[in-house]
């Protein structure tokens, strides 16, 4: 308990000769809470969000765009097998914006919570080989004029919840209504432009 930081100093307040009583505080890493929103796009376009998840070797990904109103106008989920965490975002992004330029969506921004991700695509280096050829293809698929940006998990709700879900499969869904029950919660929460809360560490 005490390597875990469960203890604090008034654990052993009444009791400072107890052997253990040197846990109580020490190393407790002190945080605050920030507010974090997903931030609806300037009037005219549209944003992509994309999301994954991998449980037990199964990895799940999925990607919604929404308009300047917060509204989803579509969103795709997809099971894609066998993959590590950077090799199923970098396929989401990918499926995400192929979904884009298929509806022929032009004035679009694009965010992932991965900013690994996010910094090999923008940095124009390479990775390695499993995931050099997708990510050829999203930059590619970015001079659609799509800029990409990282943002907390908690900034990127609905396709988080959707992908928490592990669905199986593949399904596309045309409209804010036929999103699951948990991924339009948050959907209606960002179009309020209600705040989560995330957990920061406290700046000396």
């Given at each position: 308990?005490?390597?875990?930081?469960?203890?604090?100093?008034t654990?052993?307040?009444?009791?400072?000769?107890?052997?253990?009583?040197?846990?109580?505080?020490?190393?407790?890493r002190?945080?605050?809470?920030?507010?974090?929103?997903?931030?609806?796009?300037?009037?005219?376009?549209?944003?992509?969000?994309?999301?994954?998840?991998?449980?037990?070797?199964?990895?799940?990904?999925?990607?919604?765009?929404?308009?300047?109103?917060?509204?989803?106008?579509?969103?795709?989920?997809?099971?894609?097998?066998?993959?590590?965490?950077l090799?199923?975002?970098?396929?989401?992004?990918?499926?995400?914006?192929?979904m884009?330029?298929?509806?022929?969506?032009?004035?679009?921004?694009?965010?992932?919570?991965?900013?690994?991700?996010?910094?090999?695509?923008?940095?124009?280096?390479?990775?390695?080989?499993?995931?050099?050829?997708?990510?050829?293809?999203?930059?590619?698929?970015r001079?659609?004029?799509?800029?990409?940006?990282?943002?907390?998990?908690?900034a990127?709700?609905v396709?988080g919840?959707?992908?928490?879900?592990?669905?199986?499969?593949?399904?596309?869904?045309?409209?804010?209504?036929?999103?699951?029950?948990?991924?339009?919660?948050?959907?209606?929460?960002?179009?309020?432009e209600v705040?989560?809360?995330?957990e920061?560490?406290?700046?000396?």
């Amino acid at each position: 308990m005490g390597k875990a930081r469960a203890f604090s100093k008034t654990s052993f307040a009444r009791d400072r000769d107890c052997p253990w009583a040197h846990l109580g505080g020490l190393n407790r890493r002190v945080k605050d809470v920030a507010l974090v929103s997903w931030e609806k796009p300037p009037p005219g376009w549209f944003k992509l969000n994309t999301d994954a998840s991998v449980l037990h070797g199964r990895a799940f990904g999925d990607g919604d765009v929404r308009d300047h109103c917060g509204r989803v106008i579509f969103a795709n989920y997809k099971e894609f097998g066998e993959l590590d965490v950077l090799e199923v975002e970098a396929q989401s992004l990918r499926e995400g914006l192929a979904m884009c330029a298929a509806r022929i969506v032009c004035t679009l921004i694009v965010e992932s919570d991965s900013n690994v991700l996010v910094q090999l695509v923008n940095s124009e280096v390479v990775s390695k080989w499993t995931v050099c050829n997708v990510l050829r293809e999203i930059r590619h698929l970015r001079r659609m004029n799509a800029p990409l940006h990282h943002v907390f998990h908690e900034a990127n709700s609905v396709v988080g919840a959707l992908a928490s879900l592990r669905l199986g499969g593949q399904r596309c869904y045309a409209s804010f209504a036929a999103l699951p029950l948990r991924a339009r919660r948050e959907a209606r929460l960002d179009c309020c432009e209600v705040p989560r809360l995330r957990e920061v560490p406290i700046r000396a």
